[in-house]
């Protein structure tokens, strides 16, 4: 067998390890390539998981804080320094006096008669009407006279003023021509100057939440209401009176001297909203504590407690126009009573979009 020369067995082991050393180098940059790639892949997918969480999370930040997108659009109540001078101002300032203190004047123990539970029109209309989104009085002069709902008639400002003291107050209405009830009238005349009927400035009455996907739970609001609400009002419910006793510091939120259940408080949607933008006391819009389902919860359980009864068969003779949370019958729809108090409320709404859609179907319906 011949003999290869050694110079040529030196050049083939050179070549061999040439070739080894660059495959191995071409692998090399093919695994670093490859690596790239699904490194780079795998960092735009978490770029884009963070880029969509962010914009949901701006986007819900974003409806949280939609309630005031344009501040010029935003009610602002005039100064109190700017009550007119003259004999208006007299008339305003008593009006305003009775709003802020209503349970001293017409309370058990009131000044001018004992018929009222105690509470002040305050006590729901914050600041003496003048909060946003605390059922504020922007608007409530310039609406009236306006058909009514609950009434089913032409309702003056006066006719408002006695729901107010019949529902809320649980108590009568007192002389309509009486100086307290002008005065009362000046007051919100003059509180809501410059608004036009039929207008709705940001920050009026309260704000309406989004329905839960679920019915309102009393248990789970019991737990909310140890924690942000016993503390002024009380693990009886009771609220806290004033010094003098004639007024409440804290409103009763059930039993005998709270709002009966014909009161506008007594519907899930006005109350969450109301606690949402307003609770615990001291708390405003821009910096709400509880969540909108705490809301919801909370007033489940505040309206599941024991309160006085008002007769409602006259309320909404129309019942196509009745509130859906209205937590009393008859309804222009098969839901059940406990349905229309706690919710969920979804099923409701959707069924009256569809009754509405259908051709030919008249929604004006009449009690029985």
Known sequence: MQQIPQEKQLAIIYS???????SLFFVCCGLIFLSAYFLGTASKSKAKIVELATS??????????????????????????????GASAEAIRYGRELIANTGKYFGPKGKIAAISNGMNCQNCH??????LYANNY??????????GARSGKTDQVTDRISDCFQRSLNGQMPDRSSKEIQAMIAYFKWVGQGQKKGGKPEGTATEKIPYLNRAADPKKGLLVYRKQCQSCHGEDGAGQKAQDQLTYIYPPLWGENSYNDGAGMYRLSNFAGFVKNNMPYGIDHKSPVLLDEEAWDVAAYVNSRPRPHREQRKDYPDLSKKPIDAPYGPYPDPFPAVQHKYGPFRPIVAYSVQLRSKPGINQAQTRP
Do not use: C, H, M, R
């Open 16 to 22: 061999a390890k040439t070739v080894v050393i660059l």
């Open 138 to 147: 922007s608007i409530f002069f310039a609406n009236y006279p306006k058909k």
């Open 126 to 131: 914050l600041n003496a009407g003048t909060k």
């Open 56 to 85: 949901s999370n701006i986007a819900q930040s974003g409806a949280a804080s939609a309630k005031l997108t344009d501040p010029g659009k935003t009610w602002t109540a005039p100064p109190e320094e700017e009550i007119p001078a």
